[in-house]
Nanobody, 118 residues
């Protein structure tokens, strides 16, 4: 079974940076897409960034220009470099991985807390 584990969250001041990592285990499957969601208290879950097959990346407007998503295929790991952090970035960040063959399956990490506060 595929399992995902996030790391790298924590407390940071506004304007600071964090780098989140999401490592996969239990399978050597390559995923069609990997990315990050986040959910803040009282808000709906938001897609932050995704990296799909072919190296196509997409970002939420709120993080564009500040966050960078990348993948290490050899390690089956996805990263989220977060720069110029704002208090509104405070949320639990969840990694996901998608495969579409032979069946469509989405896998989720347990989440890592990011708090941006002075």
């Amino acid at each position: 079974q595929v399992q995902l584990a996030e790391s790298g969250g924590g407390l940071v001041q506004p304007g600071g940076s964090l780098r989140l990592s999401c490592a996969t285990s239990g399978s050597s499957v390559r995923f069609n897409a990997m990315g990050w969601y986040r959910q803040a208290p009282g808000k709906q879950r938001e897609l932050v960034a995704t990296d799909a097959s072919g190296g196509i990346t997409n970002y939420a407007d709120s993080v564009k220009g500040r966050f960078i998503i990348s993948r290490d295929n050899a390690k089956n790991t996805v990263y989220l470099q977060m720069n110029s952090l704002k208090p509104e970035d405070t949320a639990v960040y969840y990694c996901y991985a998608l495969k579409t063959w032979p069946r469509r399956n989405t896998y989720w990490g347990q989440g890592t807390q990011v708090t941006v506060s002075s």
